[in-house]
């Protein structure tokens, strides 16, 4: 079954150069397929930065966040998406460069 969370994207710079980045980095740690989609739009890999970049998410978008959690039981697509929606609610250009 398709799960979906619908967020509004926190950034400034919406989701380019770092705030993508992290977004990016979050999506592969996560151990199902998360997809990213702009309205009607085609959805894209959430794994891929071209992708991300590509789909050119501005601040005070509306993106939708899907999975499939027919590949676990255990509620690991429904953490996925709460884990990353909440990211995307975040000013990501205010939060401090980690390292």
């Given at each position: 079954?398709l799960?979906e969370?619908?967020?509004?994207?926190?950034?400034?710079?919406?989701?380019?150069?770092?705030?993508?980045a992290?977004?990016?980095?979050?999506?592969?740690?996560?151990?199902?397929?998360?997809?990213?989609r702009?309205?009607?739009?085609?959805?894209a890999?959430?794994?891929?930065?071209?992708?991300?970049?590509a789909?050119?998410?501005?601040?005070?978008?509306?993106?939708?966040?899907?999975?499939?959690?027919?590949?676990?039981?255990?509620?690991?697509?429904?953490?996925?998406?709460?884990?990353?929606a909440?990211?995307?609610a975040?000013?990501?250009?205010?939060?401090?460069?980690?390292?």
């Amino acid at each position: 079954m398709l799960i979906e969370r619908t967020v509004t994207v926190a950034s400034r710079s919406g989701l380019h150069a770092r705030p993508a980045a992290l977004f990016v980095k979050a999506a592969t740690a996560q151990p199902v397929r998360i997809r990213l989609r702009v309205g009607d739009g085609p959805a894209a890999d959430a794994r891929s930065i071209l992708a991300v970049l590509a789909l050119r998410v501005d601040h005070g978008a509306t993106v939708t966040l899907s999975a499939d959690d027919a590949d676990t039981d255990d509620g690991a697509a429904d953490r996925a998406l709460e884990a990353l929606a909440d990211l995307l609610a975040r000013d990501l250009d205010a939060e401090p460069v980690e390292g």
